[in-house]
């Protein structure tokens, strides 16, 4: 038998992707998807599967211990406006042992790793299922548009690096290097509809990770369906980090980013 791990998956198609990975490499992989985030396909590929919410910890706990896993990887989105989901409340994490000083992102995922480390299970660092989707430096389609959208990257890139070692957001709009839009709990494709609603077309989108990112806590991502949001809006240019922000179905993607005159680069 191949090595047991577990997987609790948020949004996204990305843990579907790591799920059929990990049974390429003879890996047994129980998962735990989150309601309201994970894929319903996710239950019937699966080996084993429940669907647990935000603060069902123990639950959590409980089925991995009874399918005698004591490793997991975290894959897919949650949103971070789900802490004012009925249920998640300041007297409920105390319970559950979340010692959070505050309800960022980045505080209540370390917070909730910690825990889960004190009751035997090891959130793993899912960086070696990422490499594939990781992007070299350059222009990844067929555009690098232009000297106006190399400005406002130029003018853009050391403030959504701010932003996002704030853990306020890892997207930031800019136009005629102007800050437009920046990330909070709507996410990415909330962001860039935002952000063309106030400056119409020729919106350039950065998105970056953290100066220290701990890939067990958060991995910016971007994919075909932010792609899609981009060409609705007319946008003039997708920004990520090289090697750092990983590009799900980017084929199809560049392909519609070619056709339609998306520029799509990869900064360093």
Known sequence: MGRRIGIIAGGGAFPLRALAEARKLGWSCPVAGLRGAAAEELERE?????????????????????????????????????????????EAAAVLGLETPDLQPATLVKSLIETLAARGLKILDPSAFLAPYLCPEGVLGKSDG???????????????????????????????????????????????????????????????????????????????????????????????????????????????ADEAGLAVLARS
């Open 46 to 90: 699966a080996e084993a599967f429940i669907w647990v919410g935000p603060m069902e910890i123990e639950k959590l706990v409980s089925f991995f211990q009874d399918h005698s896993v004591t490793e997991a990887v975290m894959f897919g989105k949650v949103e971070h406006r789900t802490i004012f989901a009925g249920g998640f409340t300041a």
């Open 146 to 256: 232009g000297g106006t959208v190399s400005a406002d990257a130029a003018f853009g890139w050391p403030l959504v690096k701010a932003l996002a070692d704030l853990d306020i957001g890892q997207t930031m709009v800019v136009k005629k290097r102007a800050v437009v839009a920046v990330e909070g709990m709507d996410g990415t494709d909330e962001t860039i509809r935002r952000g063309a609603s106030l400056a119409g077309e020729g919106i350039v989108v950065l998105k970056t990770a953290r100066t220290r990112q701990d890939a067990r806590i958060d991995v910016p991502m971007v994919g075909l369906e932010t792609v899609r949001v981009l060409i609705r809006v007319k946008a003039a240019a997708l920004v990520i980090e090289a090697e750092r922000v990983p590009f799900f179905q980017k084929d199809e993607a560049l392909a519609l």
